[in-house]
């Protein structure tokens, strides 16, 4: 039987798969997180339990409305998002003129409380979410299986973040987004109403976080403790990708998946740090991040 580096193929790509799907959802979150923190300004470390918010959206639909996975991943980001409106307006707005850490410290107080509530109701154990009929089964590729709905979680994950870096980046919608960040009061001056366009920034970047908990709750069970255990690595991708860089988050969230995964493969004791580790090396060398710019 054949090997690559004394790996069967088989096991080399299926670890390298399942770093492409963490990477998917990597990228997803991470580009919510920039998204907010560049046009914001705010580190929203409520992020991963608006992650596991859409997880259990999906999860409440079907089993208290039967309403099934495809409707789910439409109105579940659009729950999460209104639910991110409202936060936004009631309390985030109050702190844009305050330090950072204000931000930081309120949104890990509500990342909290919506946990704590969900635990409170559905305890610490995984709560199963069905594939879709249309996504069951898989592809035999010769070299290996490529399970239907992971490859669909792969293509959707890549049409989300390269639409939303397209929109952003070569859009007028985008230009005046990143205007208002820079200078509001004159983009307020064209007659653009900013304050109107931050809400609705917060609540889009939010909704990313709501999309990926809808895409991950068929392949991880839904649980109120799923967004603790991914926060802190996607917080790594976003400081090596630089905080703020819309491209530095996506293509550090691939990447980094799939350097976990041939971790796993060549070694796996180091595959839990090996992030951090990189985290550490890019600060060294360039504070700022890979994408990022020295403010």
């Known amino acids: 039987m054949s090997t690559i580096f004394g790996i069967p193929p088989q096991a080399l790509f299926g670890q390298l798969l399942l770093g492409l799907i963490n990477g998917s959802f990597y990228a997803l979150l991470s580009l919510g997180l920039a998204v907010i923190f560049g046009m914001l300004n705010v580190i929203n470390f409520a992020h ?7 997880a ?14 495809w409707w789910a991943l439409l109105l579940a980001p659009l729950v999460v998002g209104a639910f991110g409106v409202i936060l936004e307006k009631t309390l ?7 330090d950072h850490l204000y931000g930081l410290l309120l949104t890990f ?10 635990r409170h109701f559905y305890g610490v154990s995984g709560q199963p979410y069905p594939i879709p009929d249309l996504l069951r089964g898989g592809q035999n590729l010769g070299f ?11 293509v959707a994950s890549l049409v989300v973040c390269l639409a939303t870096w397209y929109a952003i980046e070569r859009t007028k919608l985008g230009a005046y987004l990143r205007a ?33 908990g809808v895409l991950a709750a068929p392949i991880y069970q839904v649980s109120p403790l799923m967004g603790s255990n991914l926060i802190i690595v996607v917080f790594a991708v976003v400081v090596i990708g630089g905080m703020g860089s819309i491209l530095g988050a996506v293509l550090t969230g691939y990447g980094l998946g799939l350097l976990e995964g041939l971790t796993k493969v060549f070694y796996p004791e180091a ?9 550490a090396v890019v600060l060294l060398i360039k504070p700022a ?7």
């Open 56 to 69: 259990f959206v999906a999860w409440l639909l079907l089993t208290m409305a039967g309403i099934g996975y």
């Open 289 to 295: 991040g890979l994408f990022g710019r020295e403010r």
């Open 180 to 212: 208002a960040t820079e200078n509001p009061v004159l983009v307020q001056a064209f007659g653009i109403n900013v304050p109107l366009m931050i809400t609705a920034t917060y609540g889009f970047g939010v909704a990313l976080a709501g999309l990926a």
């Open 144 to 154: 290996m299986f490529l399970p239907n709905y992971r490859g669909w979680v792969v």
């Open 271 to 279: 595959s839990n740090i090996v992030v951090f580790v990189i985290m």
């Open 92 to 98: 985030l707005s109050r702190l844009y003129k305050l």
């Open 48 to 54: 991963g339990a608006l992650y596991m918010l859409g």
């Open 109 to 118: 107080g509500l990342a909290l409380i919506v946990e704590g509530v969900f």
